[in-house]
């Protein structure tokens, strides 16, 4: 064994961070079979009834609100998480291909903004889609509008561009890396083989990106479907989540049981998407290489 760990650079690797590994495994699958447990119970005023049950997912295919809020929730996260990518792309497309010197301090720079607090970016996008924010009060002085635009604030665009804006940081490094190591070389060869920059970019740059693009879609989509803070502040009426749901559920309403089936669920789902953006993401790229 210690012979065949000494030819393996991988098996190497993973002894060293197999302590790291089963610790993180660990605290991560005790919350997590506690909440899988917990979601087939029952709440009877501040007691657990713990009589196995399946009526809060039940309570949960015949109420239609939480399927609209689950359903809203995936449609504000999937905007989110293309315009973030979609933004992020020729930011982190410049730095690589034409950013030759000092480009450490350019990461810095476009990440520098998000070292600040979550909450108080927050509340700086509130203040700008206000009524009486930085959009609104521009528009009203230069005549475009005779009275404040409603729909900026307390709505499902407000907490699209908020999560946007807050998750950038998170596309702009995965995409950077992706597009960092793509061998100059190659895209020599296909100005040689008669390819301009637009055919050149499909076939070389886009396919050999897409690792990057799948891991910051991944990292932006995942958090942001149980995203609570930015609805709560943002979202009004027509931009709640079900994070919020989850969170009045262990919260307010002390239904804990219910909570942890709400999150059960939201994580089920999430993770079928997720596996299904990856086969259709390497699917396409068999397909354009």
Same mark, same amino acid.
């Given at each position: ?162 999560? !946007?804006?807050?998750? &950038? #940081? *998170?596309?702009? %490094?995965? +995409?950077? /890396? ?92 999430? !993770?079928?998407?997720? &596996? #299904? *953006?990856?086969? %259709?993401? +390497?699917? /396409? ?5």
């Amino acid at each position: 064994m210690t012979r065949l760990m000494h030819r393996s650079e991988t098996l190497r690797g993973y002894s060293l961070l197999s302590p790291t590994l089963i610790f993180m495994g660990v605290i991560i699958l005790i919350p997590f079979g506690i909440l899988v447990v917990m979601s087939f119970w029952t709440q009877s005023g501040f007691e657990f009834d713990r009589s196995w049950t399946l009526g809060n997912y039940r309570d949960m295919l015949e109420r239609p609100i939480y399927q609209a809020l689950l359903g809203r929730s995936l449609y504000i996260s999937a905007v989110a998480t293309v315009a973030t990518v979609i933004l992020c792309y020729p930011m982190a497309y410049y730095v690589a291909f034409h950013v030759h010197r000092n480009k450490m301090m350019w990461i810095v720079l476009m990440t520098l903004p998000f070292w600040t607090s979550y909450l108080l970016r927050v509340f700086a996008w509130k203040v700008v889609l206000g009524y009486e924010g930085v959009i609104n009060s521009a528009l009203m002085s230069v005549g475009l509008i005779d009275a404040p635009l409603e729909f900026l604030l307390y709505s499902q665009s407000a907490v699209i561009i908020t999560l !946007a804006h807050a998750w &950038a #940081a *998170f596309a702009i %490094l995965p +995409l950077y /890396v992706s597009l960092e190591k793509i061998d100059r070389s190659l895209l020599e060869a296909a100005t040689d083989l008669g390819d301009g920059p637009i055919m050149r970019f499909l076939r070389v740059t886009l396919p050999l990106s897409l690792p990057g693009v799948i891991s910051a879609s991944l990292l932006i989509f995942i958090p942001t479907t149980g995203d609570y803070i930015t609805p709560a502040l943002l979202g009004g009426p027509d931009g709640t989540m079900i994070g919020n749901l989850i969170q009045k559920q262990f919260g307010a309403i002390n239904n804990w049981p219910m909570g942890a089936a709400l999150s059960i669920s939201l994580m089920l789902c999430i !993770a079928a998407i997720c &596996a #299904a *953006f990856i086969v %259709l993401t +390497l699917f /396409v790229r068999k397909r354009i290489t």
